[in-house]
């Protein structure tokens, strides 16, 4: 996570919003996942949480990352 900040402001141009939504989400996911967590144990195990959090954070990559392949730069 340290590089992760430094990717982001190298790849856009709109490098202040870029790292202002980079810190929203950041702590916005650390403040919220626990409070669903929380709410899911009653409903499911906490493997079942982690592995389905898991699969939707990797999900979130792979849709990130096939949109990013699918445009084209000028530069």
Known sequence: MVGLPTLLASMSKNKG????????????GLAIMPIFAGALTGIMGL???????????FLTLFVTYKIRSNKTYIG
């Open 47 to 57: 493997e079942t949480i982690f592995a389905s959090f898991a699969i939707i954070l």
């Open 17 to 28: 919003i870029t790292m202002g939504l980079y810190s929203t989400y950041t702590y916005g």
